[in-house]
Structures are given as C-alpha cells and as structure tokens.
C-alpha cells in the first residue's frame, strides 16, 4: 500500500459543480496535513492546511478523517480556474517520520 | 515579504554532463531549504535538505549532491548526468508552520 494515494482522475465537471477528492494515507501516526494546488508545468502551491476539526476557506473545504484514515477536500461552484492537479500531502509526527509524503495528485479539469 | 527564486528554468543537457541549478531566498534569514525532484508519473521526492550553512543532508543516494555555501543559497549539481535524471526539480523553504514554498521550478531533459 502506497503511503499516500489518491485517485489520479481526470475529474471532469462543468462550471459550477461541486466536487470532492479524497486522499488515503497508511501511517496512523501522521499529524499534519495539507493540499497544494499545481498547475501544468508550475510549482506547487499551498491551498491549504488541514486541521482535525475541518476547514473552510471560500468554496474550499477540507476535512480529516482520523478513524478512517484519509482527508477530503471539497470545492463547490467550480470555476474554469480551479482546473489544475490537486497534491495531498501529510506529515509524520516524530524522527524520520516527519518528513512531508506527497500523494501523485488528482486532476481537475473544469469545462465550460 | 520572501521570495525565493531558481534557475535555470530549462535546460537540455546530454548524458554524462555536468549540471549546476541554483536558487535563492529572499527576505528570511536562516530557512530549511529542500530540493525536490518531480519526475513524470511519480510524486514530489526529497533530495536534500539543509538546516543552515553546510549542513547537507541526502534523502536518497544517487549521483546528485547539494551545497549550500551561504544563508540563502542553495545549490544542486551533478558531475554526470544521467537519463534517469531528468525531471522537474524544485526547490523550497519552509516557514515555521510546515507549509512549503516553492522556487519556479528547473526543467531538465537529459538526452
């Protein structure tokens, strides 16, 4: 099992959908928790932390999911310029396990 | 505000030659500074990162090495490229918080 794994897509939606991602990760222990926004042939950047009680920040919505082990992140009223891949990425808690383990990504592609 | 920039933004180099990309940052003093490779198909992978001026440390042995002779500074190189080496390497600073920011980015194709 992959350490962090999310479905590559492509995700398809017409303007103004409402779509969700979710992100699985393996190591239990894991204590932070991000989404970073890529756009084709850019660098990565952050979209957004992840915090244990949910968090919302515009029509972006994350939440974690603890018991089951992954962490979602919803975007309502899609706009053409949300299309880009969407980077799950979590940290562990203590020693080597703090390091940052990125997720391959999912695609958004949002059509008019 | 800080800034960090790298460069060359592409570059095609032939198998067996050397290669060199740099970035800097701006406006912050003493940053963890890391090296990313994104190849085609595979997530971000750590290649080096570094807590302050010499401090080196290598996630995954290979034919690439980093130096970070200043504050700001922080240097990828290699003395003979291979294919395998080609990618979207990335270069980034973090801020207390754990979030990471990112430099534009070196294409490199080895032919």
């Known amino acids: 099992r992959k350490e962090v794994e999310q479905d590559p897509g492509p995700f398809n939606v017409p303007e103004g959908a409402t779509v969700a991602f979710n992100c699985t990760y393996s190591?239990?222990?894991?204590?932070?928790f991000f989404w970073y926004r890529q756009d084709c042939r850019k660098e990565p950047k952050l979209l957004m932390s992840?915090?244990?009680?949910?968090n919302e920040d515009g029509r972006f919505t994350a939440q974690l999911n603890r018991a089951s082990q992954y962490i979602s992140l919803l975007i309502r009223d899609s706009k053409l310029s949300d299309s880009a891949t969407y980077l799950c990425?979590?940290?562990?808690?203590?020693?080597?396990?703090?390091?940052?383990?990125w997720g391959l990504g999912t695609s958004l592609a949002v059509n008019p | 505000s800080q800034t960090i920039h790298q460069w060359p933004a592409t570059l095609v180099q032939p198998v067996g030659s050397p290669l060199s990309l740099e970035c800097t940052v701006e406006?912050?003093?003493?940053?963890?500074l890391y090296w990313y490779r994104q190849a085609a198909g595979r997530g971000l992978q750590l290649l080096f990162y570094?807590?302050?001026?010499?401090?080196i440390s290598s996630e995954v042995p290979q034919n690439l090495s980093a130096s970070r002779p200043q504050d700001r500074q922080f240097i990828l190189s290699s003395k003979k490229l291979l294919l395998s080496d080609s990618g979207f390497y990335l270069c980034?600073?973090?801020?207390?918080?754990?979030?990471?920011?990112f430099g534009e980015g070196s294409r490199l194709t080895v032919l």
């Open positions: 980034a600073w973090t801020s207390g918080f754990g979030e990471l920011f």
């Open positions: 406006g912050t003093s003493n940053p963890n």
């Open positions: 570094s807590v302050g001026i010499g401090q």
């Open positions: 190591n239990s222990a894991s204590q932070s």
């Open positions: 992840v915090y244990s009680s949910g």
């Open positions: 990425v979590v940290r562990g808690n203590a020693g080597n396990n703090r390091k940052l383990i």
